[in-house]
């Protein structure tokens, strides 16, 4: 349904499903079930990962603190989106959008970025 609303309600969708399909998959989710699912979707991804690498990521994941957070009720994924809210400006050409930014909003877009991928900014003046 891309017609109803804006590419940025879209993206917020689908990665609203995928959080939902991924915590109902982690639902009861064991060690067992983790194998089933690597070797039915094996096949359908390309990946340099070997199987006991996915097994080990795999088992991080479900013995971890994600499923902390899921039984917990909590978020299982941080999310963030460029262009953030309130951040970017947007002008209309015959159905196309072109958004901009100003020269403030991007640097505190980058470093906003900065510190959610690795605690802190590393952002420097051109």
Do not use: C
Not at 7 to 21: F, P
Not at 35 to 45: F, N
Request: charged share 25%.
């Amino acid at each position: 349904i891309r017609g109803i609303d804006s590419d940025l309600e879209r993206t917020r969708r689908q990665r609203q499903l995928l959080e939902t399909l991924f915590a109902k998959v982690m639902q009861d989710m064991s060690l067992e079930k983790l194998l089933t699912l690597i070797s039915t979707a094996l096949p359908y991804v390309d990946t340099n990962l070997t199987m006991d690498e996915l097994l080990v990521l795999g088992n991080a994941v479900i013995t971890g603190s994600p499923a902390e957070k899921l039984q917990s009720g909590g978020q299982l994924f941080e999310q963030m989106r460029i262009p953030m809210d309130k951040k970017y400006g947007w002008k209309d050409f015959g159905g196309y959008a072109l958004l901009y930014m100003n020269e403030k909003n991007l640097k505190y877009t980058i470093d906003t970025l900065h510190e959610f991928i690795y605690g802190v900014s590393y952002y420097k003046e051109p």
